[in-house]
């Protein structure tokens, strides 16, 4: 199993959106409603941002929102912030045997 | 409050061996699926095992297949990996996570391990 693609690198200025993009294939994502988004900060732990495609944990600001066409998931950060600088991470649920891929991950940049 | 409290990682030569724990408090250990992510320097987030909630199926990547083992003390409320025969390349930051929703919602802090002669 090859990992889910992702773009390495997107960015934005303060205020605008970005999406985010995770290409799977009709195995996982195409056949699963469990894709989950995580927000990395350098040296900490990842933070759920989305689950099944696209639900918000408790906590989670409205604006980052989830969502799925096919075997490519989105995540959109809207409003921009300095503090939205990080890595982020598509995953998702494969199949019994191979259980759970994760995305390349994707920098994003707040210009 | 929710959290997981990791420990053990470190230094090891080649082919031996190193325990990871994972101590989870602040909700109902036995009820939720658990598993085990790692994070190679400056690379990405590779899932490596996942247990169920009773400890009777476990699920692995295939790089660790037949090295690793996941293990659980429900009553203790503890999350384990037992890590044989490790190589180079199994040097990463390994982090335990709840699986909720279908999701990895609570994270460990994070326990380095390198794997170098």
């Known amino acids: 199993q090859s990992a889910l693609t992702q773009p390495p690198s997107a960015s934005g200025s303060p205020g605008q959106s970005v999406t985010i993009s995770c290409t799977g294939a009709?195995?996982?994502?195409?056949?699963?409603?469990?894709v989950s988004w995580y927000q990395q900060h350098p040296g900490k732990a990842p933070k759920l941002l989305i689950y099944e495609v696209s639900k918000r944990p408790s906590g989670v600001p409205d604006r980052f929102s989830g969502s799925k066409s096919g075997n490519t998931a989105s995540l959109t950060v809207s409003g921009l912030q300095a503090e939205d600088e990080a890595d982020y991470y598509c995953?998702?649920?494969?199949?019994?045997?191979?259980?759970?891929?994760f995305g390349g991950g994707t920098n994003l940049t707040v210009l | 409050e929710v959290q997981l409290v990791q420990s053990g990682g470190g230094l090891v030569q080649p082919g031996e061996s190193l325990r990871l724990s994972c101590a989870a408090s602040?909700?109902?250990?036995?009820?939720?699926?658990m598993s085990w992510v790692r994070q190679a320097p400056g690379k990405g987030l590779e899932w490596v095992a996942s247990i169920k909630l009773d400890g009777s199926e476990q699920y692995y990547v295939d790089s660790v297949k037949g090295r690793f083992t996941i293990s659980r003390d429900n009553p203790k409320n503890l999350l384990y990996l037992q890590m044989n025969s490790l190589r180079a390349e199994d040097t990463a930051v390994y982090y335990c996570?709840?699986?909720?929703?279908?999701?990895?919602?609570?994270w460990g802090q994070g326990t380095p391990v390198t794997v170098s002669s």
């Open positions: 996570a709840r699986e909720n929703n279908w999701a990895r919602d609570i």
């Open positions: 009709s195995s996982d994502i195409g056949r699963y409603n469990f």
């Open positions: 602040g909700f109902t250990f036995s009820s939720l699926w």
């Open positions: 995953s998702s649920y494969v199949g019994r045997n191979d259980h759970w891929m």
